[in-house]
């Protein structure tokens, strides 16, 4: 048992060296164990990043115009309105009876023009009289005109389809102008204004597509698009504020909220590596292609031409082509034209303890299960 445990032992510490790229060979003239991964043909774009801030496409801060006394309340906190919605009433009653008293007048004035227009007719009155009659007339209308103004500003109506806010008054609390009552927003499409370095003028162009994320809903992106560019660039910071637009059909997004901003500049098709793959040489830089020879693969050295870089990859202008296999790990030990082991092949951004763990589990067990078979054999021979 002792000797059996001692194997395994034995067998791991041989493994755990030989999946070590430092040592990844099978003796002098053997190829040499390396990890690949593809070249790959992906959707590529210069990107600018920068922080901004929600806010509604249509907001407002709801407040009476007059002081007086709140009758009634016709909504609750986060509630969705529509334009034209009586949100809050206040007091109208002496108002209500100047109108009345106001078309009074008016309906005399009218009865007074209809009885001169004959009479002036038939010269049997005036046309003073009649004049004076319809002055009165228009003089009554513009009065009902007045008072039903006044009318209305005992009224807090939503301007715009929307959301309100928390309500801040109660029915028998008294309304004062500048006192907020509530806020109102239209959520439907929301403004995301951030600035950027003035370097980046020129690629700020009304349309440029923009992705936003947030803090607040991990793993979830907003697509959306450049709508304007402020005139001035602030001569302090240097910088200059953008404003994209985001639809927020499902409403989770609310004003105020930060965003990570991503201008995705110049879209394109690309051919893409990852950085590791890189061999960086004075001004070039080259890769290790793993080319295959018939009986497995071989080393190629290939000078290759970079282009814009972004996390973990580059994008290749020139030198490769797309499903190209490329070294990635293991790269100081793959001599130009030697021969190659492909132990494994990284498509998944996989970490190399993780390709590790692929690439020895399946040797691990069958080395194990040779040696258990072998010392059984062993034991039970005569």
């Not at 005399?108 to 004049?131: I, K, W, Y």
């Not at 228009?138 to 389809?161: L, M, S, Y």
């Not at 907003?222 to 994209?244: H, K, M, Q």
């Given at each position: 048992?002792c000797?059996?445990?001692?194997?395994?032992?034995?067998?791991?510490?041989?493994?755990?060296?030989v999946?070590?790229?430092?040592?990844?060979?099978?003796?002098?003239?053997?190829?040499?164990?390396?990890?690949v991964?593809?070249?790959?043909?992906?959707?590529?774009?210069?990107d600018i990043?920068?922080?901004?801030?929600?806010?509604s496409?249509?907001?407002v801060?709801?407040?009476?115009?007059?002081?007086?006394?709140?009758?009634?309340?016709?909504?609750t906190?986060?509630?969705?309105v529509?334009q034209?919605?009586?949100?809050?009433?206040?007091?109208?009653?002496e108002?209500?009876?100047?109108?009345?008293?106001?078309?009074?007048?008016?309906?005399?004035?009218?009865?007074?023009v209809?009885?001169?227009e004959?009479?002036?007719?038939r010269?049997?009155?005036?046309e003073?009289?009649?004049?004076e009659?319809?002055r009165?007339?228009?003089?009554?209308?513009?009065?009902i005109?007045?008072?039903e103004?006044?009318?209305?500003?005992?009224?807090?109506?939503?301007?715009f389809?929307g959301?309100?806010g928390?309500?801040?008054?109660?029915?028998?609390a008294?309304?004062?102008?500048?006192?907020?009552?509530?806020t109102?927003?239209?959520?439907?499409v929301?403004?995301l204004?951030?600035?950027?370095?003035?370097?980046?003028?020129?690629?700020?162009?009304p349309?440029?597509?923009?992705?936003?994320?947030a803090?607040?809903?991990?793993?979830?992106s907003?697509?959306g698009?450049?709508?304007?560019?402020n005139?001035r660039?602030?001569?302090?910071?240097?910088?200059i504020?953008?404003?994209a637009?985001?639809?927020?059909?499902d409403?989770?997004?609310?004003p105020?909220?930060?965003?990570?901003?991503?201008?995705?500049?110049?879209?394109?098709k690309?051919?893409v590596?990852?950085?590791e793959?890189i061999?960086?040489?004075?001004?070039?830089?080259f890769?290790?292609?793993a080319?295959?020879?018939?009986?497995g693969?071989?080393a190629?050295?290939?000078?290759?031409?970079l282009?814009?870089?972004?996390?973990?990859?580059?994008?290749?202008l020139?030198?490769?082509?797309?499903?190209?296999?490329?070294v990635v790990?293991?790269?100081?030990?793959?001599?130009?034209?030697a021969p190659?082991?492909?132990?494994?092949?990284?498509r998944?951004?996989?970490?190399?303890?993780?390709?590790?763990?692929q690439?020895?589990q399946?040797?691990?067990?069958?080395?194990?299960?040779?040696e258990?078979?072998t010392?059984?054999t062993?034991?039970?021979?005569p």
């Amino acid at each position: 048992m002792c000797r059996l445990l001692l194997i395994k032992m034995a067998s791991l510490l041989c493994l755990f060296g030989v999946s070590s790229f430092a040592v990844a060979q099978q003796g002098p003239s053997g190829p040499t164990g390396v990890f690949v991964a593809p070249v790959t043909l992906t959707d590529f774009s210069d990107d600018i990043e920068a922080l901004g801030t929600l806010k509604s496409v249509q907001n407002v801060t709801l407040a009476s115009t007059v002081t007086e006394l709140v009758t009634a309340v016709h909504f609750t906190d986060g509630q969705r309105v529509k334009q034209g919605d009586v949100l809050v009433e206040m007091d109208a009653s002496e108002e209500l009876a100047q109108l009345a008293e106001e078309q009074a007048l008016a309906d005399e004035a009218r009865r007074q023009v209809a009885r001169f227009e004959p009479l002036t007719g038939r010269g049997a009155a005036s046309e003073v009289a009649l004049d004076e009659s319809r002055r009165l007339l228009k003089t009554a209308e513009a009065r009902i005109q007045g008072v039903e103004a006044r009318i209305a500003q005992r009224k807090v109506i939503a301007p715009f389809d929307g959301v309100v806010g928390l309500r801040n008054i109660s029915v028998g609390a008294l309304a004062q102008p500048g006192r907020m009552i509530t806020t109102i927003d239209d959520d439907s499409v929301m403004q995301l204004d951030f600035s950027v370095p003035e370097v980046f003028l020129r690629t700020l162009v009304p349309g440029l597509q923009v992705n936003a994320t947030a803090s607040a809903f991990p793993g979830v992106s907003y697509d959306g698009e450049l709508s304007s560019v402020n005139s001035r660039v602030d001569p302090v910071t240097r910088s200059i504020t953008a404003r994209a637009l985001i639809n927020n059909a499902d409403r989770t997004l609310k004003p105020g909220l930060l965003m990570r901003v991503v201008l995705r500049n110049n879209p394109r098709k690309a051919l893409v590596i990852q950085e590791e793959a890189i061999i960086h040489e004075g001004k070039q830089a080259f890769v290790i292609v793993a080319t295959p020879d018939g009986q497995g693969h071989k080393a190629a050295r290939t000078e290759v031409s970079l282009g814009v870089r972004r996390k973990g990859e580059i994008e290749v202008l020139a030198g490769l082509n797309d499903k190209d296999l490329v070294v990635v790990h293991g790269t100081m030990m793959a001599r130009d034209g030697a021969p190659l082991k492909v132990q494994a092949i990284e498509r998944n951004d996989e970490t190399l303890q993780q390709l590790l763990d692929q690439n020895q589990q399946p040797v691990l067990e069958e080395t194990v299960s040779q040696e258990v078979i072998t010392e059984e054999t062993q034991s039970s021979a005569p």
